[in-house]
């Protein structure tokens, strides 16, 4: 069955530093999005991209973030100078249209020290 | 108001019993209705869609009132495999992004 996979699982860095995260999203599905989840809270949309670019972006998306679709099969999200509270899971999710099952990777969970 | 709202729980629950959970959700605008299970520290599985006329799949069966804006979803014959947290999830019309619930905890016991 085709699934929805996250590099790296974990990743820890410095408060300040610049990370991406990688998602490779199912092969014929056409959107892609990010979610996070910080430890004990809810999950929470983050960003929406089709047709290589940004669809739809919550409040939480700000200039700190940006997303990006280098080639055929990954999908990444980048965090600028990232701060304590930006520790959290981040979900990478992908579906065949907007209203289809969105289908979720299995995380990476950030660490910000 | 919360966009969507679970009762945290947990739920400790016999092995073989029935256990329902509900979910109230704010916007009148909401589309699309999912239950979610999520285990500790992996990902959101699909578990099943909600329909206005009530779905089931199994030993689950998912309600939704689009007029008191209120979702329900009742286990049968509860598994030790049904421990997890269960996402009461919506989808605004229009809307790219789910809107996800904190979450019921289900402990089942043997």
């Known amino acids: 069955e085709p699934e929805v996979t996250q590099t790296p699982s974990h990743q820890v860095t410095q408060m300040g530093q610049e990370v991406i995260l990688r998602c490779v999203p199912i092969?014929?599905?056409?959107?892609f999005y990010w979610y996070r989840q910080i430890l004990g809270q809810k999950v929470e949309f983050l960003v929406s991209?089709?047709?290589?670019?940004?669809?739809?972006k919550s409040e939480i998306f700000d200039d700190q973030f940006s997303v990006e679709r280098p080639d055929g099969s990954n999908f990444t999200l980048k965090i600028r100078s990232t701060k304590l509270e930006d520790s959290a899971m981040y979900f990478c999710?992908?579906?065949?249209?907007?209203?289809?099952?969105?289908?979720f990777g299995p995380g990476t969970r950030l660490t910000v020290l | 108001r919360k966009e969507v709202e679970q009762d945290p729980g947990p739920f400790n629950v016999p092995e073989g019993a029935t256990v329902a959970f509900n979910c109230t959700y704010s916007?009148?605008?909401?589309?699309?209705f999912f239950w979610y299970r999520q285990d500790c520290r992996k990902e959101p599985k699909l578990l099943m869609s909600?329909?206005?006329s009530g779905n089931e799949d199994g030993r689950f069966t998912a309600q939704l009132n689009r007029a008191s804006q209120y979702i329900s979803l009742l286990i049968r014959d509860s598994k030790l495999s049904d421990s997890a947290t269960y996402l009461c999830?919506?989808?605004?019309?229009?809307?790219?992004?789910?809107?996800f619930g904190k979450g019921t905890h289900l402990i089942i016991q043997p």
């Open positions: 999710a992908s579906s065949w249209d907007r209203r289809d099952t969105q289908y």
């Open positions: 916007n009148s605008a909401s589309q699309s």
């Open positions: 909600v329909y206005s």
């Open positions: 092969s014929n599905h056409l959107y």
């Open positions: 991209f089709y047709n290589n670019e940004i669809s739809e």
């Open positions: 999830v919506v989808n605004r019309g229009g809307a790219d992004g789910l809107t």
